[in-house]
């Protein structure tokens, strides 16, 4: 059939053969089915289980002025927009999270996008192209490497977190006349670690080169505003161009672009995946704005302390017990820090696979990092906590996991 040779040619073969593999063998983590609201713990597939495989970072999804905030757009609204922003898919709710966005991060403007993905693509797409260069770090998240595949830019790959690297990379296009984009997470979402913004904003004042930081996964939890890694390394106002989903901390849809206003408007006619698609739903952009609000509040302070505080605990936890949950994230001041996330890291996909189908089945939901997500050989078991978590169930989740993890290397 003539659908087979394109689905040969998009590469799909040997991950769909992957896929059909697992699901035949039941190990998969993939596709799993949720049956409640994403809170401490979770009803999958019939049983509870303790979530540590969301992005619900400060346990929002279920917070009565979250739903809310969407109810009331839902009401008001109704189910969707059915227009693109451009015409007329632009809501006053998008105007008030917009501007309380440029207002949070001290920013002339700001821009809502209908998904993270989106963002990233439209934005790193309308701001550099062919004969210009993207020095892009080799973990950042797909939408950004797929936005700089998109821009025909030249892309630049530096490894994980390698200031020298970097550097190298800039000093090779020290003389060239395109411009210069330097893309970074503020956090690693399977690693865990935080960028080391100070260096990297140092190199690029150094050369000239423009930085782009996804705060993704850090908006919400650090900084003493909560706007993400750059705030807490001292950066945020060398930063030009600020990004973040509102599907994490905030747990609605949409991402974010803050930055100066000639940047922003230049983004609304250019950003085609901006231009080309439909606005967020309005429960989508009215629970953003409700997760903004909270976030700013003293409610949200006290919630991203506790987020990191939970994550002290599980990441502990598990070293004590002789897991390998990698390196704490420096902090200038010869300080460190630990992040929401923490990855334990396995190695082999396979027993990666195995392992978290034992959690799976013994109460506790994680998520497994397999290559093409991380390198090869770099399998993880992915743990993220909430700010609800109770002690009792890190501590229950704690020992689950140190006894099947030490059990399937023994
Ligand atoms: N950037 C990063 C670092 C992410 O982890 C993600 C989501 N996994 C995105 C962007 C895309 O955001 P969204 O899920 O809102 O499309």
Redesign the pocket.
Known sequence: MAVNRLIKRLGGDDRVDLLRAVRESDVSPYFRVMESVTAPVVQVEGADRIMLGS?NYLGLADHPAIRRGAQDALDTFGGAITGSRLLNGTMDLHLDLESEIAEWHGTEDAMVFT??????LGTISAVVGKGDVVAVDAAA?A??RDGCALSGATIRKFRHNDVAHLEAILGETADDDGAVLVIV?GLY?MEGDLAPLGAVSELCDRYGAALMV?E??SLGIFGEQRTGAAELLGIDGHTDIRMA????SPSS???FIAGSRDLLDSLRVNARAFLFTTSGVPAAVGASLAAVRLIRSEEGEQRARRALDNAAVLRSGLADNGLDVGALSPLPGGRETVTPIVSVHIGDDLEAMNLWRTLFDRGVFTSAALYPAVPRSGAMLRLCVMATHTDAQLRRAVDVISETVTEAAA
């Open positions: 992005n998904t993270g993905y989106q963002t990233n998240h939408s950004i997470d979402s996804d993704a996964h989903s509102l599907s994490k849809t949409g991402g």
